[in-house]
């Protein structure tokens, strides 16, 4: 996986101008789009679209330090107009592309390599099981895109569920975990961003297809989930944890992301402040 990474990376830098280099660097790797894409995010804290931006906008930069006029910096680099690539350099670098000859200096985004550092610390505990067709079942909501700290409409959607809803929950859960989970799906930004919104639903696991009034019904296949179990400070071990699964795990294991819905659930403790076991479900495939 580390290898595919770079090769990635040197082909999008060699075609850099290519507007279609994504597409095409993609072709070589032997993951799925969604498990490589996944991993770059995790890694490099940005989508690969997001990469390939600031990559091409970093050498416009230079090329407008060199002398090169802002009008065919712009059409090199993809843009369609002139205001299009004003706007967007000045959103990325804090200066109007006319201003970078004049002071001869500007932001730089140099190219990634990826390596893995050998750290000692914490082992992480993971177990794959396999599950049968079932529903996710529960109220939901759309909530901002937040990746740490304690999401507050998450919150407001947990005190929003009635006594009846909740009843009926638990007469519905009838599969692994057994426990009111969190799912969360239909991002704005595909995942890829701490923007816009996505659906976010409280509920349960169940092979039931009946559901009481005022609850919502997400189906899922048959599949395969890697669970790890993390216990600890309450939300940032649940992020910590979610972040070594992409960084860590999927870099040395035998299976990618599948294209289903990951979930979690977390068990506060009563006796420690901020404190709770949670588990986090990962649908996984086996690489080919």
Known sequence: MLKQLNETVNYIEKHLLDEQVIEKAMKNISVSDLHFKNVFFFLAGMSLNEYVRNRRLSEAGCELISGKKVTDVAFKYNYQSIDGFTRAFKNWSGFLPSEISKQRQCKIFPKFNFSIAVKGGNSMECKIIKMPKFNFVGVSKRVPM????????????????????MKELHRLQNIAPCEIVNVSYNSDAHFMKEEGYLTHMIGVLTTEVEVGEGLEKVPMKAGTWAVFPNEGAFP?????????????????SDYELADSLSFSFTKMDSTKENYAYSEIWIPVVRKV
Do not use: D
């Not at 999401?151 to 005190?159: C, D, F, S, T």
């Open 236 to 252: 940032f071990t649940l992020q910590n944890t979610m972040a070594r699964i992409y960084s860590e795990w999927f870099m040395t």
């Open 146 to 165: 937040q990746f740490e700290g304690v999401n507050n409409e998450i919150v407001k959607l947990a005190q929003g569920i009635t006594q009846n809803q």
